[in-house]
């Protein structure tokens, strides 16, 4: 059974335990949760469903909606879905981005995590997606391929693909 699940004041030990274990971030994936003591939880959770909604943002930031990919019930990773783009997130960061539990890698979620962050991003609407990565990470490559994404361009090291989600 999967399972993409919008973060929310309920969200408990199981994802802040997988929050933990996905770390800091790498290849471009920022987990800013990592670094959230347990006791302040809630008050990370509260933060980011006012930035999905705009509240409270800074002016670099825009807003963005944080999913949790459960399966079998149980959570594996983290994705994003950014509502539009500022000229940095043009760049780097576009629009979705999404890490799988190092635990739980290796056995498809990640394709399953972006083809579920594609049917989101159409719900709110966003017909083009833009998806980056390191030019390196061929896992990542690999999984926005087989969701229908086209290398615009490669440019520092980052690979930069258009998704027609129509």
């Given amino acids: 059974m999967v399972e993409l699940k919008e973060l929310s004041m309920q969200d408990g030990k199981e994802i802040y335990d997988m929050i933990k274990e996905i770390g800091p971030g790498e290849n471009g994936f920022q987990n800013r949760g990592y670094y959230i003591r347990n006791e302040n939880f809630k008050d990370y959770l509260k933060g980011n469903i006012n930035m999905s909604k705009g509240i409270n943002l800074d002016i670099k930031y825009v807003p963005q909606t944080l999913y949790w990919l459960y399966i079998e019930d149980k959570p594996v990773g983290i994705g994003k879905i950014r509502d539009y783009l500022n000229e940095n997130l043009k760049k780097e960061g576009g629009h979705?981005?999404?890490?799988i539990r190092p635990s739980k890698r290796g056995k498809g979620y990640g394709n399953i995590m972006l083809r579920e962050l594609l049917k989101k991003a159409k719900d709110k609407h966003i017909d083009k997606i833009l998806i980056t990565c390191e030019d390196y990470n061929?896992?990542?490559?690999?999984?926005?391929?087989?969701?229908k994404g086209s290398l615009l361009d490669i440019?520092?090291?980052k690979c930069r693909y258009w998704i027609n989600n129509l």
């Fill in 96 to 99: 979705i981005g999404y890490s």
């Fill in 138 to 147: 061929t896992p990542s490559r690999r999984v926005i391929e087989n969701n």
């Fill in 155 to 157: 440019n520092n090291h």
